[in-house]
């Protein structure tokens, strides 16, 4: 694979959710790359629209109710949403008959890339496995339908897949209930790594786990990125994680990216309000303060997002003009872009 070439691009994803009280609005016009080989983090709170990210790339979006608005999902360079945009039309007899061909076009291929060339790792185990199937029969299912070898070879490789993620081979014929949750986690892994694919999307793999098994699961995924050269997005809400195992970050808030950039841009040198929050919030061992430092209020409700900064509410530092736009995001250093109204009027004023 080139190198210098994008493994994933998403531009302007839109997305929203047609629901009895109204509409959602879980993903605004956000944006990224990755590259192949990199690991990103993608950080925000419950609610966020992190995972609607993730299912958006996957193509497992539940229609209905989600609708994609505008936007472009490509994977080495293949579009994979429909060329038709559901931002007119929702309820269009005709609209709906054309999308529905569209999106079976889409779905076949989707069926080609999934876990071959796109995997992932939900976040609950528990659900994510077939608790009637055989652990090793879930991970040679994935091989004998992407790589076509026979029932002996897929079994075989299943067999290696367990081994290589510490599982002994002995236990491919049992069942997930016969796992503990750090088990089931390196089952779902060995499945995702099963046909060795270019990109691995991991939604909060180890939120469910206790703290010595989080950090045996990150050092697995950090060495099977080093011997298969696997991209990951590493959706999570822990900066301890991003630390751990990223080599960039984003942080996403009420559906918008508000901040992206290398670790030392966002752990070193952040600046978005939100961002700064987050990391006030966290223990400090250099800190003799008694109490944390909590954002006050909630996250905007995406069923009434303002027309103006979403985080206006909740900013300590917000000014009037903070409320005339929602702002956009502007580089700040190279690689380092961040959406604020007040660090865009620094910026102006010392030009």
Same mark, same amino acid.
């Given at each position: 694979m080139d190198k210098t070439k994008n493994l994933l691009e998403v531009r302007n994803l839109t997305v929203h959710y047609e629901t009895d009280e109204g509409i959602c609005e879980a993903v605004n016009d956000i944006s990224f790359d990755i590259h192949p080989g990199e690991i990103l983090g993608v950080v925000g709170e419950t609610g966020a629209?992190?995972?609607?990210?993730?299912?958006?790339?996957?193509?497992?979006l539940p229609k209905p109710p989600a609708h994609v608005i505008s936007g472009s999902i490509k994977i080495e360079g293949n579009e994979m949403l429909s060329e038709k945009p559901e931002a007119?039309? @929702?309820?269009? @007899?005709?609209?709906?008959?054309?999308?529905?061909?569209?999106?079976?076009?889409?779905?076949?291929?989707?069926?080609?890339?999934?876990?071959?060339?796109?995997?992932?790792? @939900?976040?609950?185990?528990?659900?994510?496995?077939?608790?009637?199937?055989?652990?090793?029969?879930?991970?040679?299912?994935?091989?004998?339908?992407?790589?076509?070898?026979?029932?002996?070879?897929?079994?075989?490789?299943?067999?290696?897949?367990? &081994?290589?993620?510490?599982?002994?081979?002995?236990?491919?014929?049992?069942?997930?209930?016969?796992?503990?949750?750090?088990?089931?986690?390196?089952?779902?892994?060995?499945?995702?790594?099963?046909?060795?694919?270019?990109?691995?999307?991991?939604?909060?793999?180890?939120?469910?786990?206790?703290?010595?098994?989080?950090?045996?699961?990150? &050092?697995?995924?950090?060495?099977?990125?080093?011997?298969?050269?696997?991209?990951?997005?590493?959706?999570?809400?822990?900066?301890?994680?991003?630390?751990?195992?990223?080599?960039?970050?984003?942080?996403v808030y009420a559906g918008e990216k508000i901040e992206e950039g290398s670790l030392e841009d966002i752990f070193d040198h952040r600046e978005h309000p939100y961002t700064k929050g987050l990391f006030d919030s966290l223990p400090n061992l250099q800190d003799d303060s008694p109490r944390l430092k909590p954002i006050p209020g909630l996250m905007s409700n995406p069923m009434d997002l303002p027309s103006y900064c979403s985080f206006y509410d909740r900013c300590s530092v917000k000014c009037d003009s903070c409320k005339n736009s929602n702002p956009k995001l502007i580089e700040i250093t190279p690689g380092h872009t961040v959406a604020c109204s007040r660090i865009a009027q620094a910026q102006k004023e010392a030009k």
């Open positions: 629209g992190k995972t609607t990210i993730a299912l958006s790339i996957m193509g497992l007119k039309g @929702f309820f269009d @007899f005709a609209h709906k008959k054309a999308r529905k061909r569209d999106e079976k076009r889409l779905e076949s291929i989707y069926r080609t890339i999934r876990g071959k060339k796109v995997s992932m790792m @939900f976040q609950d185990p528990m659900t994510a496995l077939n608790p009637v199937l055989y652990v090793g029969d879930q991970i040679a299912e994935v091989i004998r339908i992407h790589e076509k070898v026979s029932e002996a070879e897929a079994e075989k490789r299943a067999g290696e897949m367990l &081994e290589l993620v510490g599982i002994p081979r002995d236990r491919y014929k049992e069942y997930p209930h016969q796992f503990s949750g750090g088990m089931k986690q390196r089952v779902v892994i060995a499945i995702a790594l099963a046909c060795r694919p270019d990109l691995i999307i991991a939604d909060e793999p180890t939120t469910a786990l206790d703290v010595t098994i989080q950090a045996q699961i990150l &050092e697995m995924m950090k060495e099977l990125q080093r011997k298969f050269g696997t991209a990951i997005m590493l959706i999570t809400h822990d900066f301890g994680v991003v630390a751990e195992i990223c080599d960039r970050c984003m942080v």
